[in-house]
């Protein structure tokens, strides 16, 4: 079977899942969706459902986990213990040997690889599933009879290795799931497909065209991209047991781009770039050298970034977003006389600010970090990436909001382009843009009318 570039690969259902703690009382702990009214499980009064179709779906599953959150109450085991519970009660029901209803069958759970070797000796993963085992011990209690250690620590190692983080239209996590066939699907830094979520369904589209659809020749990103290769390569050894060898880890250029740094030539326009704490180049225009002296401010910028991206990621869970924009004001007055405008660091500097700016609606200073985002994401993403999508529609949608109708419709429109091939038509977000569309250019029609009648 062939696909068409937008074309959809598969489409599959959770084996089991699990809604984020941070989402709890928001969506439905079934179906995912965001609900303003949730009817909550009588009994452990903890997972909330949007309507009782969504409870008795759930209820296979949670009757049995019901009885033991309420062992462990008020605590709430972490999203990682509950969904290892949840595996545990799919394989003492021996549902490990079969398929879910929405999948394509291309493997059970019990033909997952566990991976046992490696996370044995894993220091780090070894401590979590120890840590987990004592939670699950205390929520199965005398109630319910857990397996032996060694089959948990085989699913743990499957759960590990084969989970997908459930993403809401704009690339949001919201959630985990274990899903069947899509993970057989191997990764690529340049992949030519990509996941997308409506609620807890899974679909893969085509990035282009696909001569044959099968686990061997479709390619997907485990990863985010917004990262240079040293980091990519260093996520997927430790999440995954492999080293990625693609087009994109191999690209110098791009890495380069993404270590760069102003040239210490007044006036000119070239980089230089860093490579282990070590400049590697002379300037890409002017061909100079930097000084000593320029090399340590750059060594210096590059750890204060990591020490402020550090900060604002430990304010986004328990702190203030004022404080988050005054950090990425101070952070960025810094960097932005020494770094690249394609320098990661103050990519994602840029990025925080962009979101702590909407959060605060502080339109105007949003749409200053957004625009600024742009480029470099086109320069980093890979083709078609739905998360270039995704920020092109935020930029779009102040622009609309602000009154700069043609800057809108410019954004909106590379939007679609975007998200019609990553989200589908049919995916809410893609509707929620066309409406946008339709918005703008009624509003641009309504005041180049008004203008002629003036």
């Known amino acids: 079977m062939s696909v068409e570039a937008g074309g959809l690969v598969l489409r599959a259902e959770p084996y089991v899942h699990v809604l984020a703690q941070k989402e709890r009382g928001q969506r ?104 987990m085992m004592f939670t699950l011990n205390k929520m199965a209690g005398s109630i319910f009879k857990l397996p032996d250690t060694s089959k948990i620590f085989e699913m743990f190692g ?33 992949p030519n497909a990509v996941v997308t979520f409506t609620g807890k369904t899974l679909e893969v589209r085509a990035l282009q065209a696909l001569p044959e659809v099968s686990p061997n020749n479709v390619y997907i990103s485990y990863i985010d991209q917004l990262a240079p290769s040293s980091e990519r390569r260093r996520q997927l050894e430790e999440q995954y047991y492999f080293t990625c060898d693609c087009s994109r880890c191999t690209d110098e250029d791009l890495d380069h781009l993404m270590s760069s740094f102003k040239c210490p030539q007044g006036g000119c326009s070239g980089f230089v770039y860093m490579d282990n704490d070590s400049v590697m180049s ?50 960025l007055s810094k960097q932005e006389a020494l770094m690249g405008p394609q320098n990661i660091n103050m990519v994602r500097v840029l990025d925080r600010a962009f979101d702590a700016a909407i959060d605060l609606e502080i339109w105007d200073q949003a749409l200053a970090y957004g625009k600024r985002t742009i480029e470099p994401y086109l320069h980093i993403y890979p083709p078609g990436s739905p998360n270039v999508g995704v920020q092109l529609m935020k930029i779009g949608k102040i622009q609309l909001y602000l009154q700069e ?50």
């Open 282 to 331: 002379s300037c890409n225009e002017c061909r100079s050298s930097p000084e000593s002296s320029y090399v340590s401010k750059l060594k210096n910028i590059g750890i204060y970034s990591l020490e402020q991206l550090s900060k604002i990621d430990e304010e986004k869970k328990n702190g203030s977003t004022e404080n988050i924009m005054e950090i990425c004001k101070g952070c």
């Open 158 to 190: 499957k759960m590990t290795i084969n989970s997908f983080s459930i993403c809401d239209g704009e690339m949001q996590p919201i959630g985990v799931g274990i899903y069947l066939s899509p993970s057989l699907l191997d990764h690529k830094c340049q």
């Open 405 to 454: 109708l043609g800057d809108a419709l410019v954004s909106l429109h590379k939007a679609r382009s975007i998200l019609r091939l990553t989200h589908g038509k049919l995916h809410p977000i893609y509707k929620d843009l066309v409406e946008l569309l339709d918005q703008c250019a009624e509003e641009k029609r309504h005041n180049l009318q008004a203008l002629r009648m003036s």
């Open 28 to 131: 439905c702990d079934f179906c995912l969706n965001r609900q303003t009214e949730l009817r909550r499980c009588s009994s452990c009064k903890l997972l909330r459902y949007c309507n009782i179709t969504c409870q008795k779906s759930d209820w296979s599953i949670h009757k049995e986990e019901c009885r033991c959150l309420q062992q462990v109450s008020p605590r709430i085991p972490m999203d990682s213990v509950r969904l290892l519970f949840r595996l545990i009660i799919r394989h003492e029901r021996g549902d490990s040997t079969r398929h879910v209803d929405v999948d394509p069958s291309w493997r059970t759970f019990s033909q997952f690889q566990s991976h046992s070797k490696e996370i044995a000796g894993d220091s780090k993963r070894a401590r979590t599933f120890s840590e």
